[in-house]
Nanobody
Framework: QVQVAESGGGLVQAGDSLTLSCVGS????????IGWFRQYLGKEREFVAA????????FYADSVKGRFTIARDNAKMTVYLQMHNLKPEDTAIYYCGAHLVSYSVAAVDSSKSFGTWGQGTHVTVSS
């Protein structure tokens, strides 16, 4: 069973950069795609980015493409989300999740594909 925990959130100004970390545990981490999602107050969880189990394939929401980079270091059991040129609309609680199916990248843009979530980390971008 894979467990994940997010960290790295904070309060930044528009245009700043921030890197979030998703630390995994459990042997299944190495065969599991990891996704980053965000949730605004009162809204559904929104896809941000995902990386497959090997780190070779990455996926991004159009809203973050070119500004965010996802990468994983399996030796450290960590997935990173580098966020550049942050905008006020990036303000949200950011969650990482583990895909329900080993080695799969099916529907990585859907939160329903992920069955394990961390507690979330807050990102606030001021204008």
């Amino acid at each position: 069973q894979v467990q994940v925990a997010e960290s790295g959130g904070g309060l930044v100004q528009a245009g700043d950069s921030l890197t979030l970390s998703c630390v995994g545990s459990g042997r299944g981490f190495f065969r599991t795609s990891i996704g980053w999602f965000r949730q605004y107050l009162g809204k559904e969880r929104e896809f941000v980015a995902a990386v497959d189990y090997s780190g070779d394939s990455t996926f991004y929401a159009d809203s973050v493409k070119g500004r965010f980079t996802i990468a994983r270091d399996n030796a450290k059991m960590t997935v990173y989300l580098q966020m550049h040129n942050l905008k006020p609309e990036d303000t949200a609680i950011y969650y990482c999740g583990a895909h329900l199916v080993s080695y799969s990248v099916a529907a990585v843009d859907s939160s329903k594909s992920f069955g394990t979530w961390g507690q979330g980390t807050h990102v606030t971008v001021s204008s």
